[in-house]
């Protein structure tokens, strides 16, 4: 009985020592990280994704560019072909500064087919309303003549005379009368598909 007394306590003993004692347990291994391959093929991917997100960044700016440039080369156009000309005193001749600008119009429309322009004749306020009516009809019909005489379809271009009716600048002197005088250019088919000149 006393061996018994002495043992339990001995045995609770060394338990408790033998629970208490001796090397934690060794922590767990850290996860394995990537391997190089692995890396550089991620590294190559997102590189592969920048490049072309920064081609296509390119492309697209290249293609606002190139409209842009479009654009305004059509606006540009447009304004050629209704760039008005303008006329002597009682003369229905087409003179040489109206003549450079009736060729800029024969290249764009030459360039654009589907465009057709009414002209319109006009005369300054001297005169009898008839005789500005037939002269202002003179001068657009020697603008249509200028024009199909380099190999443009007549049938593009109508011809209207307002005379004296619509003056462009008011007024009872040269200078007026001098800007009255004119033929001017309206588009009637075709104004989006108007092509620059090559």
Not at 48 to 71: F, G, K, V, Y
Not at 130 to 155: D, H, K, V
Request: charged share 25%; with cysteine; hydrophobic share 45%.
């Amino acid at each position: 009985m006393i061996v018994r007394r002495f043992l339990v306590p001995l045995v609770a003993a060394i338990l408790v020592v033998g629970a208490c004692g001796g090397d934690p347990p060794p922590p767990p291994a850290p996860p394995p990280g990537p391997d190089m391959d692995s890396l550089r093929a991620y590294q190559d991917s997102v590189r592969r994704a920048e490049e072309a997100a920064r081609a296509e960044a390119a492309r697209l700016a290249a293609e606002r560019a190139a409209e842009a440039e479009r654009q305004r080369a059509a606006a540009a156009a447009r304004a050629t072909l209704e760039e008005m000309v303008f006329f002597d005193y009682d003369i229905s001749e087409v003179r040489d500064d109206a003549a450079t600008v009736l060729r800029a119009k024969v290249d764009i429309l030459r360039a654009s087919p589907q465009v057709r322009i009414r002209i319109e004749g006009h005369a300054d306020e001297r005169g009898a309303t008839e005789y500005n009516l037939a002269l202002g009809n003179r001068r657009a019909e020697a603008i249509r003549q200028f024009l199909t005489g380099f190999g443009l379809s007549e049938n593009r271009f109508e011809i209207v005379s307002f005379g004296e009716g619509r003056p462009l600048a008011q007024g009872s002197n040269e200078g007026s009368w001098a800007r009255n005088r004119r033929g001017q250019f309206v588009i009637t088919a075709g104004a989006n598909a108007i092509n620059p000149a090559e």
